[in-house]
């Protein structure tokens, strides 16, 4: 069991009470930061399914606390994404090992619950302290210390200023991981949360010394075949509803087999669908392996806020996008979650007299 030497305390309100918008001053970061210096030996650990975000945000952290003569373990179930491994000092980051370990300080990054870190968690027999960072509305602030910022486009964002603001080692491959999480997590600087705020970090992140046509081409100029063999296949099968409001698609376990994918391929294809004109909501259904159904949702508004309706699954997420694993068929989780979808769409779009 992980002990609870400090209170347990939030410093931004996670979950339900937050607002979106909610920003933590210094005083946490100084918090954070005093115990950073003040402890030896870290675990770094990010959510399931990891994304540019989650990977990006460990390994930077990680690099800085190894400078600082730190020692770390940077795990995720998943270990490092074959797509991302070009992310300087990759091979860091790692599957958890079987026989857990002790640690001074967990440091939980950019996820929403805290059993999303899956295995990672699991390998973590004991620490002294749990710190949770993280930018997901969804995040009830889990942990000792707990620093949630909404307004975020990514917790990446937050890591820069919890380094900057702390003064710790920041170097290159530091920036280049940085700017790949934030780059991912804001769809290249286009999701609404972008703000002039995250294009002056990204600029202290070029004068870093990072090259951006080499990064974003690694990024997004990079995929395997199979990825559009895939598209091609979603796109086969992909139906509107509700006036065309609400499109989705759907990948089969046995279609996933023939294809031969992997599953970092689908990551981003669900942006074709809310990519369409008139399309609100987009999503996206993945059977898995273990008889439970991923959704991942993505919305166009905040009227329609597809966290609220992921959370009536047991998942979470932003506003805008978020996702779910239900227990059950394909058949069964479409029907049930296009309805949930629908009806919020109706209401949304229905003459307010
Ligand atoms: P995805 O659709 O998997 O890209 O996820 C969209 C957002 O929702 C990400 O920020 C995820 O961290 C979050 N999310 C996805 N699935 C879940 C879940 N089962 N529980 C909580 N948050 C989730
Ligand atoms: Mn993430
Ligand atoms: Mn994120």
Redesign the pocket.
Known sequence: MRSKRLPRRRLAEGGLGVEDGDVVTTPAFEEIGHILRGHQRFAILG?V?P?GDALGSQLALALSLQALGKEVRVWNEDGMLEKYSFLPRAELLTKPPSTPEDFDVAIALDT??QN?LGTALAAVRSAKIWINIDH?I?NPGYGNVAYIDTSAPATAEIIFHLIKSQGLPFNRDIAENLYAAISTDTGSFQYPKTSAHTFEIAAELIRAGLDVGRLSQQLYENYPRRRLELLRELLRNMRFQQESHVASFSLTLKAAAELGVLPEDNEGLIDHLRAVRGVIVAVFFEELADGKVRV??RSKTDAVDVCAI?QKFG????TL?????LRGTLREAEEQVLKEVCDKVAAHSAPSS
């Open positions: 959510h399914r994304d929403a619950i999303r997901h969804s991942s949702m992921c998942g979470g997420g932003h996008a978020a996702g779910a694993r």
